[in-house]
């Protein structure tokens, strides 16, 4: 039996200062991704992690963005600013390094800004943006902008470090699905993460957490504080159970895990996997280690679906489609339904090709079909992790 997580001292609220011991692209070159491959130390910690769980995350936000901030606003960063819950009052500076979100911007602070902007074009300009028929138009304007942007194009309105801070939200951990099984790697977490770059009001903008990961955490050197999340997302402890995987992008990151585990602890249940992305040639996740699972009999299936590899988009739940037959009969046989990944549309897709499989291959109507898959739920038989 494994020690248990009270074991540890380390939690959300005393996170391990952690150090990222590889940083590798697995996206190849011409790939419109940048996904990465993590591995974080867990080396005195204590900490324990089980196949489904996830890595909790504290980044940092790009020092660039927080010396911009602290010029348009004629701080040093040395002043003085509290926090809400905090004991006591920290520097300006580390408050917007690391304890506040520099993105958001809400209707309150333009309400601020109305009220402090002294050149009347900026003051009737966010008037009209507070104006009760501009609410879709506010909505617009706050989604393409942080609060740099606010503080640029609004110059007159002059804010104290504690006003400006008590607007900004507390900067969040990211969770990320671990991609590595304790049983093959107990003193180390994988991550599979996906970094984000874009662009919203002609600045370049990242995701804070994944270009920390990707940039600001160096190899071996920077302490990354990090705490365990428990799931109940993860493999049947029966391992004579099967189990059919749909994770396309980095929704593959814990089916990695599951592979490994499954392996690791002889399981005799079969593994399906289905995974998707763009291209097959830049775009395959760990392609290099899938085969040498399908060899070993670890992976018994892998079926992949790359979207842009041909005119007509295929996605995982065309996959799914075409293999209804045998599908339906792995389910039928009390096959375990793992789902992770994209929320908005893809698991909502992969829902509804679950029910129309079980519907047709099942011979069910569509409610008696609905109710095959709400039982699947109640006996843990369908997971999802979607985000």
Same mark, same amino acid.
């Given at each position: 039996?494994?020690?248990?997580e009270?074991?540890?001292?380390?939690?959300?609220?005393?996170?391990?200062?952690?150090?990222?011991?590889?940083? #590798?692209?697995?996206?190849?070159?011409? &790939?419109?991704?940048?996904?990465?491959?993590?591995?974080?130390?867990?080396?005195? &910690?204590g900490?324990?992690?089980?196949?489904?769980?996830?890595? =909790?995350?504290?980044?940092?936000?790009?020092?660039?963005?927080?010396?911009?901030?602290?010029?348009?606003?004629?701080?040093?960063?040395? @002043?003085?600013?509290?926090?809400?819950?905090? %004991?006591?009052?920290?520097?300006?500076? @580390?408050?917007?390094? &690391?304890?506040?979100? !520099?993105?958001?911007?809400?209707?309150? /602070?333009? @309400?601020?800004?109305?009220?402090?902007?002294?050149? *009347?074009?900026?003051?009737?300009?966010? +008037?009209? !943006?507070?104006?009760?028929?501009?609410?879709?138009?506010?909505?617009?304007?706050?989604?393409?902008r942080?609060?740099?942007?606010?503080?640029? +194009?609004?110059?007159? %309105?002059?804010?104290?470090?504690?006003?400006?801070?008590?607007?900004? #939200?507390?900067?969040?951990?990211?969770?990320?699905? /671990?991609?590595?099984s304790?049983r093959?790697?107990?003193?180390?977490?994988?991550?599979?993460?996906?970094?984000v770059?874009?662009?919203?009001?002609?600045?370049?903008?990242?995701?804070?957490?994944?270009?920390?990961?990707?940039?600001?955490?160096?190899? =071996?050197?920077?302490?990354?504080?990090?705490?365990? &999340?428990?799931?109940?997302? =993860?493999?049947?402890?029966?391992?004579?159970?099967? /189990?059919?995987?749909?994770?396309?992008?980095?929704?593959?990151? *814990?089916?990695?895990?599951?592979?490994?585990?499954? %392996?690791?602890?002889?399981?005799?249940?079969?593994?399906?996997?289905?995974?998707?992305?763009?291209?097959?040639?830049?775009?395959?996740?760990?392609?290099?280690?899938?085969?040498?699972?399908?060899?070993r009999?670890?992976?018994?299936?892998?079926?992949?679906?790359?979207?842009?590899?041909?005119?007509?988009?295929?996605?995982?739940?065309?996959?799914?489609?075409?293999?209804?037959?045998?599908?339906?009969?792995?389910?039928? $046989?009390?096959?375990?339904?793992?789902?992770?990944?994209?929320?908005?549309?893809? %698991?909502?897709?992969?829902?509804?090709?679950?029910h129309?499989? /079980?519907?047709?291959?099942?011979?069910?109507?569509?409610?008696?079909?609905? +109710?095959?898959? $709400?039982?699947?739920?109640?006996?843990?038989?369908?997971?999802?992790?979607?985000?």
């Amino acid at each position: 039996m494994s020690v248990p997580e009270a074991a540890s001292a380390y939690t959300k609220d005393n996170p391990f200062p952690a150090l990222v011991t590889e940083n #590798r692209l697995l996206t190849k070159p011409g &790939s419109g991704k940048e996904t990465r491959h993590f591995v974080v130390s867990l080396t005195g &910690s204590g900490l324990h992690y089980k196949a489904g769980d996830s890595l =909790g995350v504290f980044a940092t936000n790009r020092p660039v963005e927080v010396a911009e901030l602290l010029a348009r606003l004629g701080a040093t960063g040395d @002043e003085p600013v509290l926090l809400p819950k905090a %004991a006591a009052p920290m520097a300006f500076r @580390e408050a917007l390094a &690391s304890r506040l979100a !520099l993105a958001g911007p809400t209707r309150k /602070i333009v @309400e601020t800004l109305a009220g402090r902007a002294s050149a *009347p074009a900026e003051k009737a300009r966010l +008037e009209g !943006l507070l104006a009760p028929e501009a609410k879709d138009m506010l909505s617009g304007y706050l989604d393409e902008r942080e609060f740099v942007d606010l503080l640029a +194009e609004f110059p007159s %309105a002059r804010l104290a470090p504690q006003e400006f801070a008590d607007h900004l #939200r507390r900067l969040q951990p990211r969770l990320y699905s /671990i991609a590595s099984s304790a049983r093959a790697f107990p003193s180390e977490i994988h991550l599979t993460v996906a970094v984000v770059r874009y662009q919203t009001n002609g600045r370049d903008r990242v995701g804070v957490c994944s270009s920390f990961l990707a940039d600001r955490a160096q190899v =071996g050197t920077t302490p990354v504080p990090v705490f365990v &999340s428990h799931s109940h997302f =993860g493999p049947p402890e029966d391992g004579a159970r099967d /189990i059919i995987m749909v994770g396309p992008g980095t929704g593959v990151a *814990p089916f990695r895990a599951f592979v490994q585990d499954r %392996a690791a602890a002889g399981a005799t249940g079969r593994n399906w996997l289905f995974f998707g992305d763009q291209k097959r040639a830049t775009d395959f996740l760990y392609e290099e280690e899938w085969q040498p699972h399908l060899d070993r009999g670890e992976l018994t299936r892998l079926d992949t679906a790359f979207s842009r590899d041909q005119v007509n988009k295929v996605y995982v739940q065309d996959r799914m489609r075409e293999h209804a037959a045998e599908f339906w009969a792995w389910i039928e $046989k009390g096959a375990h339904f793992f789902v992770c990944g994209d929320a908005k549309r893809m %698991a909502k897709d992969v829902d509804t090709a679950l029910h129309d499989i /079980i519907a047709d291959r099942g011979g069910m109507p569509p409610e008696r079909a609905a +109710e095959y898959v $709400k039982q699947m739920k109640k006996e843990k038989r369908y997971q999802r992790d979607v985000y």
